[in-house]
């Protein structure tokens, strides 16, 4: 009776008979689809974050029905690619379809399942030997599997073992790789397996201790770079502080997790590079710092200015350095001390009073001082500067620099607040 319904009367019935409709095998693939959607486990929501920006999440589907869509997943029309998502969670009615069985004579149908999929048929009792043999033949598909989630150990144990360098490299890098595969990952003759076990979070901090002593600097140096160093020994962060690659004592440098203890000793490291990379950390502390502050090198003592763990002192001393370079980072600092900051607004150098000008503790008066200055780029910085009392504000939006004006009249505070 239902045999000639048109797509549209089809699609009128899916609301009172949604079953009759998944189960017909005229049902157009589009109805089948939209019923899909319409039951599936979960939906997308639309979510705002702090900062007003929309995002999709999955949320459960209050509407959702296993048996519609264990019927979808049954029916000849269902279109190939939802028929395979499908068989994530129906795995024996996607293998049962037809259409399935006509489609892998002619294609290899295992690499456009989705890993979920896969995962879920290989722990049936009894796997299709086309899909292991697929699997086995296809580097791609085991590269997949070796990365999801959802992959079962038993059959990472296997993966672990692959004579593909990418297979074993993506499980090295899966988060649920048991601990013992990734203790044998660990010692892997390649050493990008190595280094992903160094990027696996789940890599215990022995391992990490272990691969620290690693002969490949490339392995050192991605240990060096492990957001998790903080928990590793001393002894080994000492080990690599020292370590005879300049590549590995810079990335330990840099990296922001990098304790105290390896700091001091960068510190004093014979290459200028890394100085500079201690200099400018905002974790490097003050004792380390005021070493520095005496550095042969300029551009380490320029970090050093800009550095707001920098103690007072030295601060006062780099207002009155020699080298222009110094004074104009240091009036950039913020915890620069007024008495410097009144040092240097009257710097004879352009680009040090024009970067003072823009400093929010320079004193009001020599920031009228700076608005006045005969140098257009310090007027610049001064009519950018924040919470201008209304006699200078009304000074700049008359200068005859319209780039002055402009930046005067789009300061974020407006004028008057300092009546």
Same mark, same amino acid.
């Given at each position: 009776m239902y045999k000639c319904l048109t797509a549209k009367q089809l699609q009128e019935l899916a609301s009172k008979n949604p079953y009759l409709v998944a189960c017909h095998p005229y049902t157009p693939p589009e109805i089948l689809r939209r019923l899909? $959607?319409?039951? &599936?486990?979960?939906?997308?929501?639309?979510?705002?974050?702090?900062?007003?920006?929309?995002?999709?999440?999955?949320?459960?589907?209050?509407?959702?029905?296993?048996?519609?869509?264990?019927?979808?997943?049954?029916?000849?029309?269902?279109?190939?690619?939802?028929?395979?998502?499908?068989?994530?969670?129906?795995?024996? $009615? #996607?293998?049962?379809?037809?259409?399935?069985?006509?489609?892998?004579?002619?294609?290899?149908?295992?690499? %456009? #399942?989705?890993?979920?999929?896969?995962?879920? =048929?290989?722990?049936?009792?009894?796997?299709?030997?086309? /899909?292991?043999?697929?699997?086995?033949?296809? *580097?791609?598909?085991?590269?997949? =599997? &070796? +990365?999801?989630?959802?992959?079962?150990?038993?059959l990472l144990e296997k993966l672990?073992?692959?004579?593909?360098?990418?297979?074993?490299?993506?499980?090295?890098?899966?988060?649920?790789?048991?601990?013992?595969? =990734?203790?044998?990952?660990?010692?892997?003759?390649?050493?990008?397996?190595? *280094?992903?076990?160094?990027?696996?979070?789940?890599?215990? /901090?022995?391992? =990490?201790?272990?691969?620290?002593?690693?002969?490949?600097?490339?392995?050192? %140096?991605?240990? &060096?770079?492990?957001?998790? /160093?903080?928990? #590793?020994?001393?002894?080994?962060?000492? #080990?690599?502080? $020292?370590?005879?690659?300049?590549?590995?004592?810079?990335?330990?440098?840099?990296?922001?997790?990098?304790?105290?203890?390896?700091?001091?000793?960068?510190?004093?490291?014979?290459?200028?590079?890394?100085?500079?990379?201690? &200099? +400018?950390?905002?974790?490097?502390?003050?004792?380390c710092l005021e070493i520095l502050a005496q550095d042969v090198d300029v551009e380490v003592r320029c970090w050093v200015a800009r550095n707001r763990n920098t103690p007072v002192r030295c601060l006062e001393i780099f207002a009155q350095d020699a080298d222009v370079s110094i004074r104009s980072s240091v009036a950039w600092n913020s915890n620069t001390p007024i008495s410097s900051l009144e040092i240097l607004a009257q710097d004879a150098d352009a680009e040090v009073r024009s970067n003072v000008a823009r400093h929010e503790n320079l004193p009001i008066n020599h920031l009228e001082m700076l608005a006045k200055d005969t140098n257009v780029a310090v007027r610049r910085s001064a009519a950018f500067r924040s919470g201008k009392p209304t006699h200078i504000y009304e000074m700049l939006i008359q200068d005859k620099d319209e780039e002055v004006c402009w930046k005067a009249e789009i300061s974020e505070m407006s004028p008057g607040c300092f009546m």
């Open positions: 899909t $959607q319409k039951y &599936a486990k979960e939906v997308e929501d639309i979510r705002i974050d702090s900062m007003g920006h929309e995002y999709f999440v999955d949320v459960p589907n209050p509407d959702y029905h296993p048996f519609i869509l264990k019927t979808i997943t049954e029916n000849p029309n269902t279109p190939v690619d939802l028929l395979l998502q499908l068989g994530a969670d129906f795995p024996q $009615q #996607m293998l049962d379809n037809p259409t399935l069985n006509t489609l892998r004579q002619d294609t290899p149908l295992v690499a %456009r #399942m989705p890993a979920r999929t896969i995962n879920r =048929l290989l722990q049936l009792e009894q796997v299709p030997p086309w /899909i292991t043999e697929e699997i086995s033949r296809n *580097c791609q598909v085991r590269k997949w =599997l &070796a +990365g999801d989630s959802s992959t079962p150990s038993s672990a073992q692959d004579t593909d360098v990418e297979v074993r490299c993506s499980v090295a890098s899966n988060p649920n790789t048991p601990l013992h595969y =990734l203790e044998e990952l660990a010692q892997d003759t390649d050493l990008k397996v190595r *280094c992903r076990v160094v990027g696996n979070h789940s890599t215990p /901090i022995h391992y =990490l201790e272990e691969l620290a002593q690693d002969t490949d600097l490339k392995v050192r %140096r991605s240990v &060096a770079s492990a957001l998790n /160093i903080l928990n #590793m020994s001393v002894n080994c962060l000492e #080990m690599l502080a $020292q370590d005879a690659n300049l590549e590995v004592r810079v990335v330990l440098a840099n990296n922001e997790n990098t304790p105290a203890s390896c700091l001091v000793i960068l510190t004093q490291d014979a290459e200028v590079v890394v100085r500079r990379r201690v &200099a +400018g950390k905002s974790n490097t502390p003050a004792s």
